[in-house]
């Protein structure tokens, strides 16, 4: 499988690890606030698997993890997760984290058994304005996350999205995961993101009810 780009060092893109990210393009959302808007829709993956696998082994003690991000990952589901297994042999040592939208459980439950790690985004309660995906899709997603050794939902806290009155649904919707990140809207159109304070207050209302909960940058 190839690739539309990478992130050669990254230090987030998987907790507490030193990273190698890679992109892939298309994606079945129309998110307004998205950080990667041009890879909404599907180029050429110019970046090819060997050289992928040759950096890698190039630099085998530098990366801790390899995550795959998009885009959405789960559009290319069966390709993906033959590459996936075949960078699980070539590098056993390596964690593996793969990030989605939930739009597809059925690749999510696939992963299971291939990567440590899976980040799923939970967009808002209603996708309509969006996407064609039903909540009921997404919640299937949520479930299927919690089977994996480590997992993280992020809320991009988009103020049309995520309303400070629906804070008590998330919280229930949440109930009990294992980490929640909190992330900041970075503004791309008219919407003013919610003070820090705003954050920080959802973040105190979901502790309690979840195994850590933490504003992420």
């Known amino acids: 499988m190839n690739f539309a780009g990478w992130r050669e060092v990254s ?23 998205c950080h990667n808007a041009e890879l909404k829709k599907k180029v050429e993956h110019t970046l090819k698997e060997d050289t992928v696998f040759d950096f890698i082994d190039y630099r085998r003690r530098v990366y801790d993890a390899i995550v795959v991000t998009g885009g959405e990952p789960s559009l290319y589901s069966s390709e993906l997760i033959d590459f996936l ?11 593996l ?14 992963l299971y058994g ?8 939970i967009k808002a309660l209603d996708y309509s ?3 064609n995906t039903s909540f009921y899709t997404i919640l299937e997603s949520l479930e299927a996350v919690k ?9 991009t806290m988009y103020p049309p999205f995520i309303k400070e009155e629906d804070f008590p649904k998330y919280i229930k919707l949440l109930e009990g995961v294992k980490r929640v990140a909190v992330q900041q809207y970075r503004p791309v159109d008219s919407v003013q993101p919610y003070d820090m304070s705003v954050l920080e207050h959802f973040v105190k209302m ?4 979840v195994q850590q909960a933490y504003i992420k940058f």
């Open 206 to 209: 979901l502790k309690p009810h």
């Open 85 to 95: 297994m075949r960078l699980r042999e070539s590098f056993p040592e390596k964690l």
């Open 129 to 131: 304005s969006f996407s």
């Open 114 to 121: 291939i990567v440590e790690f899976v980040a799923l985004d």
């Open 97 to 110: 984290k793969v990030d989605t939208n939930g739009s597809n459980p059925d690749f999510i439950d696939r």
């Open 147 to 155: 089977h994996f050794l480590d997992y993280e939902i992020r809320l």
């Open 11 to 33: 230090m987030v893109d998987y907790p507490g690890k030193i990273a190698l990210t890679l992109f892939t393009s298309g994606c079945n959302f129309d998110c307004p606030y």
